[in-house]
T-cell receptor, first 112, second 113 residues
Framework: DAKTTQPNSMESNEEEPVHLPCNHS???????IHWYRQLPSQGPEYVIH???SNVNNRMASLAIAEDRKSSTLILHRATLRDAAVYYC?????????????FGDGTTLTVKP | EAQVTQNPRYLITVTGKKLTVTCSQN?????MSWYRQDPGLGLRQIYY???????DKGDVPEGYKVSRKEKRNFPLILESPSPNQTSLYFC????????????FGEGSWLTVV
C-alpha cells in the first residue's frame, strides 16, 4: 500500500502558523489525503482531507503539491489545544480501499 | 449523538483466557476497522470490514479474529491472549472509503498478564 512519511516532532509558538509536512511519493491517482490528530488518551479525530486541490476548513488548511507526492497541513494560528500527534494517511477508492495505514505521525508541541 | 462505542474501556486479563472487545456504531456506516496502538507508536490496522459478512486482514492480524454479522457491530476476538497483545485498541467506522471520514471510538486499554 501507499505509505506516508512525516517528521517525528515539530515545535511551534502559540499564535504562530504551523506547517506540518507529509510525503506520499507512492500515492495512486484515486487516493485521498487525510489528516487526523490524536490528543492524549483519546482516539484520533478528523482534521481535513483532499484529493488534488488545496482545501480549507474551520480547523486547518491542506496544501497539496501539484504532483500529489507531498502535502502540508497548515494550522494558521497554533493554540495550546493544538498540541497533539498529527497523522497523514491515504485512503484509497478502489482495490486498496480497505487498508488505512497510519505511520507514527508528527508530535506537535506548542509553546506558550 | 453519532458515536463509536467500545467495551470494555479497561481490562486486565490472564494469558490464554478468551476475550471479546465489542464495537458498535450508530451511524449506519458500511466500513469498520480495528487498530492497535503501542506506546509511542502510531496505529496499526488489525482487521477491517467493508460491509456485513465481508472482512479482511490489516497489517497485524495474527492472534485476532473478527466478525461482521450486523452492520452496526464489529467485535474483536482474542482467542488466546498473550502478553504481546497488551495494547490500546481503537475501533473505527466510516461511511465508505476514499473521501469519507473515519470516526474513532475512545479506545480500550487491554493488559494481558
Amino acid at each position: 500500500d501507499a505509505k506516508t512519511t512525516q517528521p517525528n516532532s515539530m515545535e511551534s509558538n502559540e499564535e504562530e502558523p504551523v506547517h506540518l509536512p507529509c510525503n506520499h511519493s507512492t500515492i495512486s491517482g484515486t487516493d485521498y489525503i487525510h489528516w487526523y490528530r490524536q490528543l492524549p488518551s483519546q482516539g484520533p479525530e478528523y482534521v481535513i482531507h483532499g484529493l488534488t486541490s488545496n482545501v480549507n476548513n474551520r480547523m486547518a488548511s491542506l496544501a497539496i503539491a501539484e504532483d500529489r507526492k507531498s502535502s502540508t497541513l497548515i494550522l494558521h494560528r497554533a493554540t495550546l489545544r493544538d498540541a497533539a500527534v498529527y497523522y497523514c494517511i491515504l485512503r484509497g477508492s478502489n482495490t486498496n480501499a480497505g487498508k488505512s495505514t497510519f505511520g507514527d505521525g508528527t508530535t506537535l508541541t506548542v509553546k506558550p | 449523538e453519532a458515536q463509536v462505542t467500545q467495551n470494555p474501556r479497561y481490562l486486565i486479563t490472564v494469558t490464554g483466557k478468551k476475550l471479546t472487545v465489542t464495537c458498535s456504531q450508530n451511524m449506519n456506516h458500511e466500513y469498520m476497522s480495528w487498530y492497535r496502538q503501542d506506546p509511542g507508536l502510531g496505529l496499526r490496522q488489525i482487521y477491517y470490514s467493508m460491509n456485513v459478512e465481508v472482512t479482511d486482514k490489516g497489517d497485524v492480524p495474527e492472534g485476532y479474529k473478527v466478525s461482521r454479522k450486523e452492520k452496526r457491530n464489529f467485535p474483536l476476538i482474542l482467542e488466546s491472549p498473550s502478553p504481546n497483545q497488551t495494547s490500546l485498541y481503537f475501533c473505527a467506522s466510516s461511511p465508505g472509503y476514499g473521501r469519507n471520514t473515519i470516526y474513532f471510538g475512545e479506545g480500550s486499554w487491554l493488559t494481558v498478564v
